[in-house]
Structures are given as structure tokens and as C-alpha cells.
T-cell receptor
């Protein structure tokens, strides 16, 4: 069965600190995504990737970087965390060649104080 | 620009009835894919059903079906014989393009409450 895991599941960070959120998928999907979810905004796309070594900006990339070192792993990096980045972050993977639906991780709740 | 809009913030229905959730989208692509996802109270997000833009017939999976009206850029989700466990937030999503680097964006979601 398709599996996407995220770590950590919960994180408290200080303003100005560096935060790295990690995502791992065992689906062998080419595409991976990072979204944030806030009340009233649904799921907003931050960064996505179509394969190892690639990253693309989504709709709200400011303040975030992404890294895709391998097919399985996709990280979201907050170099200088701010309280406005307090949110729930979801990672997803998606296939190609006819299987386009996404599989989501359980989410990471990030609080920036 | 790519955009997905769900105008219904919350819907309440009585168990065993049928509910329709609306979604409209904007795209410049001639080929695109539309999806509905469900987010449960635990936060889990799962894929429900998909519609390919080039297909005229509406997709159906179990008690979920779609009302695809391409001229109106509309993709409604229909749930028949609703159950208490259908209470959740439902997201509409769209994927554009035929290249490998495709974006998938979501609407803001509709919260469905199924009442006994």
C-alpha cells in the first residue's frame, strides 16, 4: 500500500530559527508536494518536485526552500522561521502514467513562537 | 492562472439523503484532471474520485459520483445515501498539463455534517 511518512509530527520552533520538515515515500512516485493548511485557506501549495534533484515553486514559496535529494525524500526548509509560518504542513506524493492521484502524509503541526 | 473555487463552506444533511458539493475551476490547459479528496476529523487526507477532462462520462466510485459540466468549468461531487462517517471536509483539486512537472492545487474545502 502507498505510504507517505512525515517527521517530526509536531514541532515547536523559535522565531528566527531554522526548521526542516522531512517527508519520505515508498510509492516510487516521481512527484512530491508540500502544502500548508490554515483555517479558511484550504491546502496551499508551497513547493513541488518531479524527481530527484528538482524543485519547483508553488503558489506560496516565500520563506520556504525545498530539497529533493532522492526519489524517496523531499524536505521543506524554513531558514528563518516566523510566527506566520505556524501551520499544519502536509507532504504528498503522486504518480504519473495514468495514476495521478496524490497520497498524503499524516501532517506536521509546526508552531513558531 | 490555475484556480479552484469551492463556495460552500459548510453543508448539513440528514443521514441517508443525497448531497452535492460544488466546485468550479479555471485553467488555460486543454487537458487537465480533477479530483476530490476527503479529510477526516483525524486529519487524514484520502483520494476519493477523479475526472479526466477529455472524458465525457461522469466518474463513479461506490456512493461517490461526479457531475462534470465542462462548458461551465464545474465538477460537483455527489454523495448518495450519506452516512454519519461521511462527515468530513471535502476538497476539490485540479492538475494541469501533460509534462512531468505538474502542479496540483486545491480549493478551500467544504465541511459536510451528516446528521442522524
Amino acid at each position: 500500500e502507498a505510504a507517505v511518512t512525515q517527521s517530526p509530527r509536531n514541532k515547536v520552533a523559535v522565531t528566527g530559527g531554522k526548521v526542516t520538515l522531512s517527508c519520505n515515500q515508498t510509492n516510487n512516485h516521481n512527484n512530491m508536494y508540500w502544502y500548508r493548511q490554515d483555517t479558511g485557506h484550504g491546502l496551499r501549495l508551497i513547493h513541488y518536485s518531479y524527481g530527484a534533484g528538482s524543485t519547483e515553486k508553488g503558489d506560496i514559496p516565500d520563506g520556504y526552500k525545498a530539497s529533493r535529494p532522492s526519489q524517496e525524500n523531499f524536505s521543506l526548509i524554513l531558514e528563518l522561521a516566523t510566527p506566520s509560518q505556524t501551520s499544519v504542513y502536509f507532504c504528498a506524493s503522486g504518480g504519473t502514467g495514468g495514476s495521478y492521484e496524490q497520497y498524503f502524509g499524516p501532517g506536521t503541526r509546526l508552531t513558531v513562537l | 492562472a490555475q484556480k479552484v473555487t469551492q463556495t460552500q463552506t459548510s453543508i448539513s444533511v440528514v443521514e441517508k439523503t443525497t448531497v452535492t458539493m460544488d466546485c468550479v475551476y479555471e485553467t488555460r490547459d486543454s487537458s487537465y484532471f480533477l479530483f476530490w479528496y476527503k479529510q477526516t476529523a483525524s486529519g487524514e487526507i484520502v483520494f476519493l474520485i477523479r475526472q479526466d477532462s477529455y472524458k465525457k462520462e461522469n466518474a463513479t466510485v461506490g456512493h461517490y459520483s461526479l457531475n462534470f459540466q465542462k462548458p461551465k468549468s464545474s465538477i460537483g461531487l455527489i454523495i448518495t445515501a450519506t452516512q454519519i462517517e461521511d462527515s468530513a471536509v471535502y476538497f476539490c483539486a485540479m492538475r494541469e498539463g501533460n509534462t512531468n512537472a505538474y502542479k496540483v492545487i486545491f480549493g478551500k474545502g467544504t465541511h459536510l455534517h451528516v446528521l442522524p
